[in-house]
Structure formats: structure tokens, C-alpha cells
């Protein structure tokens, strides 16, 4: 499996923005599917979006499009979630996850995961 760390959370206002990243190591980033999840405390992980291995094709939560931005850099073996215009219902651990399948929206739809990262939001 990729091993995955994430970085990028914290505590902000609401308006404000965050840039959270994804760094891979251990195997080839660039074959694998990728996406980011989120959970609150006493709820399932949530599906907030996705991109395939070449970057060509994203996918987002109806609650998060247009507001958050998923990208990747494969040179780099990272991938990253630019979050606008972020909310109080935004805050959660953010995680990344990883899949040499097509991936999905499902938390079972991913093998890899990274440790996740807090981000707050404050009205």
C-alpha cells in the first residue's frame, strides 16, 4: 500500500481558506486513484471528492462544489484540497486516501488512508 500523510489543517474563520496536501511515498502516486474523506465525531466518514491517477477527471460532494478544489502533482507525489469560502459545517478530520482501482465514493472503495487532518471552522 501507498502510505499517505496529510498537512494543511487548522482552525479558521468562517470565509477564510485552507490549502490541505497529501503526500505519497512507497509506491508509484501516479497509478493510484485518490480522494478526500471527512469525519465529525459520532458520524461515518463522508465522501468530499476525488481524481484520477492522471489528474484529468474530479468529482465533489454536492456540499463542497464550488467551494473546494481537489488537484494533484505527480512529479511530486502529492495531492491537494483547496477549500474556499470554508463553513462551520466544514470542520471536521480531513483524510486522504488512495486506490489502484478506479476508486469511488465509498470509504471501502479506498486501501490507503493517511492519518487525517483537524480542520475548524469558527463563525
Known amino acids: 500500500q501507498v502510505q499517505l500523510v496529510e498537512s494543511g489543517g487548522g482552525s479558521v474563520q468562517a470565509g477564510d481558506s485552507l490549502t490541505l496536501s497529501c503526500v505519497a511515498s512507497g509506491r508509484p502516486f501516479s497509478r493510484y486513484s485518490m480522494a478526500w474523506f471527512r469525519q465529525t465525531p459520532g458520524r461515518e466518514r463522508e465522501f468530499v471528492a476525488d481524481?484520477?491517477?492522471?489528474?484529468?477527471?474530479?468529482s465533489y460532494a454536492d456540499h463542497v462544489k464550488g467551494r473546494f478544489a481537489i488537484s494533484r502533482d505527480n512529479a511530486r507525489n502529492t495531492m491537494y484540497l483547496q477549500m474556499n469560502s470554508l463553513k462551520p459545517e466544514d470542520t471536521a478530520i480531513y483524510y486522504c486516501?488512495?486506490?489502484?482501482?478506479?476508486?469511488?465514493?465509498?470509504?471501502?472503495?479506498?486501501?490507503?488512508w493517511g492519518q487525517g487532518t483537524q480542520v475548524t471552522v469558527s463563525s
Open positions: 481524481i484520477d491517477y492522471l489528474g484529468e477527471r474530479t
Open positions: 486516501a488512495g486506490d489502484l482501482t478506479d476508486g469511488g465514493i465509498w470509504p471501502r472503495d479506498f486501501g490507503s
